[in-house]
C-alpha cells in the first residue's frame, strides 16, 4: 500500500523521508535530475490534475514521463501571463519551473506572484523549481511554506553524491544535512 493511499492525500517525495505535501507552497532548489526522478517515480502523480508552467525555456519537461490524460502543460512568456495562469488554477499539483527572464523589466511583479503562489498553495501542492538559486527566485521563495535544497556532496572518491539541506529558524539544533528553512 503506498503513502497515498494510507494518507488519502496527494505526496510527492523528493528524497527518502523529504516529502511535499498538499496544501503547501514548496521552493525547491535541486539538480534537474533529482526532480525529474521524484516525478517520474510517482506513479499516483497520474491520478492527480498536474499543472506544469514553464517560461521561455524548459529544462525538465522532456524527461518527464507524461502518459497521463491530467498532465497539463502550460508557457508564460511574461511576468503577467505567469500571474494570469495562477489565477486560473484549479490542479492539485503546481509546478512550476522557474525561469528568471520573465522578469526582465517586470521585477515589480515578483511580490504579487510570490502572493499568489502562496494563495495557490492552499488548495494545491505548489513547487517553484530552480536547478540555480538567483535574485528572483530568492524573492519568490520568501512566501514559500518550505524552502528545500538539495546540492551534489562529493563523497571522496570522485562520485557525487546528493545530500539534502533543510534549515529550520525556529529550531536550536540542526542535524547535518537534515536541515528545514520554514517561512511562517
Known amino acids: 500500500m503506498s503513502e497515498w493511499e494510507i494518507s488519502g492525500a496527494m505526496l510527492i517525495e ?15 532548489i535541486a539538480p534537474g535530475k533529482v526532480m525529474v526522478s521524484a516525478l517520474n517515480s510517482n506513479t499516483d502523480l497520474q491520478r492527480f490534475l498536474f499543472l506544469y508552467v514553464s517560461g521561455n525555456y524548459s529544462q525538465l519537461l522532456s524527461s518527464i514521463s507524461r502518459s497521463s490524460k491530467n498532465f497539463e502543460v502550460r508557457r508564460a512568456f511574461t511576468a503577467h501571463q505567469l500571474f494570469t495562469i ?35 498553495g492552499r488548495e494545491s501542492l505548489v513547487i517553484l523549481y530552480t536547478p540555480s538559486l538567483d535574485r528572483s527566485f530568492s524573492v519568490l521563495m520568501r512566501q514559500a511554506d518550505h524552502i528545500i ?3 551534489p556532496a ?4 570522485g562520485t ?10 525556529h529550531s536550536g539544533v540542526i542535524p547535518y544535512a537534515q536541515q528545514t528553512l520554514e517561512v511562517s
Request: glycine share 8%; no cysteine; proline share 4%.
Open 14 to 28: 523528493l528524497r527518502k523521508g523529504m516529502t511535499l505535501h498538499p496544501g503547501t507552497f514548496n521552493a525547491v
Open 160 to 169: 557525487t553524491l546528493y545530500r539534502s539541506s533543510r534549515s529550520s529558524r
Open 86 to 120: 495562477l489565477k486560473e488554477v484549479s490542479h492539485t499539483v503546481v509546478l512550476l519551473e522557474h525561469d528568471p527572464t520573465l522578469f526582465d523589466g517586470a521585477e515589480n511583479m515578483l511580490p504579487q506572484i510570490a502572493g499568489m503562489l502562496k494563495e495557490v
Open 154 to 157: 562529493d563523497n571522496g572518491s
Open 149 to 151: 535544497e538539495i546540492t
